[in-house]
């Protein structure tokens, strides 16, 4: 048996988002997602997958509504509806919840709705 070598492994480049932590708790406390995090489409749509998987996740006041809501506000209208959808496909029951937040952004978005 031979010996093997050294192994190099490459440099690391930036950590895909899908691999990062997510601070939400930061987020919500901050009341908006810092500049630059989002930064395409395909990672917003992912922040919010991950955002509905959040909320739907930790125990009653962990967060407020009021926090909620600044962090959906500080979104793309678009994802504030992909919010929304997400939220109801993965558990109808919790829009009782999230009554009062829905129908104000599905009020302030009817226009999105259906694009």
Not at 6 to 34: D, I, K, N, R
Request: aromatic share 14%.
């Amino acid at each position: 048996m031979g010996t093997v070598g050294p192994m190099t492994t490459p440099p690391p480049g930036p950590l895909p988002f899908a691999a990062q932590a997510v601070p939400f708790h930061e987020y919500l406390a901050a009341g908006s997602v810092p500049e630059g995090l989002l930064s395409s489409d395909y990672v917003a749509q992912q922040f919010v997958e991950r955002l509905v998987h959040y909320v739907l996740s930790v125990p009653s006041g962990s967060y407020t509504m009021t926090q909620l809501g600044k962090l959906l506000e500080s979104l793309d209208p678009r994802h504030q509806v992909l919010f929304f959808k997400r939220l109801k496909e993965n558990s109808p029951e919790s829009l009782k919840h999230f009554a009062p937040l829905y129908y104000g952004f599905m009020a302030e978005f009817h226009d999105l709705l259906f694009t």
